[in-house]
Structures are given as C-alpha cells and as structure tokens.
C-alpha cells in the first residue's frame, strides 16, 4: 500500500484572470472574487465605482478607495503580500470581477430625441396658449393633455 501524497504546487502559479478588458464606467456596482494557490477564496463584497476609484462605502475617505490595477492584478497583489509579510505562502492564483449593476448608457441618439421631444412639448404648450416659464416638463405634458382633453369635450 503507497501513502498518499500531494501534489506540489508549481512554484510560479498559473494566474487566471476572469477580468472586463476596460474598466467599467463611473457607477458600476461590482464584486472581486479571489482564490489563492492554496484553494482558499475571498471576495471584496460590493463596490461601486467613483470618479476616484473603488469603494465599498457611500461616502468614502481617500484611504477607503481602491484603484482598479491594485483589485485586478495579481501580480502586484502578491508583490504587496510579500512586502506586508515577507515569505509568505499565500499566493493570488485567480481574480473575477462579477459586474452587479452597470450605470445607463448615453446614447447620442437617445439625446437627440429627448431634445426634440422636450422642444415639441414646449411648443404644443405655446400654441395652447400654456405659460412655459419655470414650468417643468412634466408639469407642461400633464397641462397640455388636460387641455387637449377639454377642447375635444373629453374630461379625463
């Protein structure tokens, strides 16, 4: 009968990267999922994007901000575990970023007809001889469907 016996690691891990190729825009809700070479895992839990970096918190300290390298790289992850505790056997072997919730897209276009929409109201409110100062948009579609309501004999 042979005893059992485990597998060495490889001196060098293979590191996996499970990583978008581009940072997610401002307002990305996200997760990173590492596992080291030992099989063990951890995870940063959410994280939301800032215009400075990443944070777990709504309102963070610039202490509490990560950038995006220092989450998705691995090799300067285990650089910074060996210069915290020198010979240290953990080792980063993977990291996956799990993208939660992803901030709206400005489309040009959607733009271009939101302006003409928002042009088109104001101008149907002048013609029904509705005031348009400091009026809110929708304030202007609620009294241009009430008017449109009462010049056809309809009360809605």
């Known amino acids: 009968m042979s005893g059992m016996t485990t597998k060495a690691l490889p001196s060098t891990p293979v590191l996996e990267h499970f990583v978008p190729?581009?940072?997610?825009?401002?307002?990305?809700v996200s997760s990173f999922h590492y596992r080291f070479?030992?099989?063990?895992?951890?995870?940063?839990?959410?994280?939301?994007?800032?215009?400075?970096g990443w944070s777990s918190k709504p309102s963070p300290q610039r202490h509490d901000i990560c950038i995006w390298e220092s989450l998705t790289d691995l090799e300067a992850l285990n650089a910074d575990i060996q210069q915290r505790n020198?010979?240290?056997t953990a080792v980063f072997a993977a990291v996956e970023v799990r993208i939660h919730a992803t901030p709206p897209?400005?489309?040009?276009?959607d733009r271009a007809r939101l302006v003409k929409l928002e042009h088109?109201?104001?101008?149907?409110?002048?013609?029904?001889?509705?005031?348009?100062?400091?009026?809110?948009?929708?304030?202007?579609?609620?009294?241009i469907k009430s008017a449109a309501g009462v010049r056809a004999g309809r009360w809605r």
């Not at 897209?105 to 276009?109: E, I, L, N, S």
């Open 21 to 28: 190729e581009t940072e997610p825009p401002v307002g990305t």
């Open 37 to 52: 070479a030992s099989g063990a895992g951890t995870a940063t839990g959410f994280m939301m994007r800032g215009p400075g």
């Open 86 to 88: 020198p010979g240290s």
């Open 105 to 109: 897209v400005d489309r040009v276009g």
């Open 120 to 143: 088109a109201v104001l101008c149907a409110a002048e013609r029904l001889g509705i005031q348009t100062d400091c009026v809110s948009h929708t304030e202007l579609v609620a009294a």
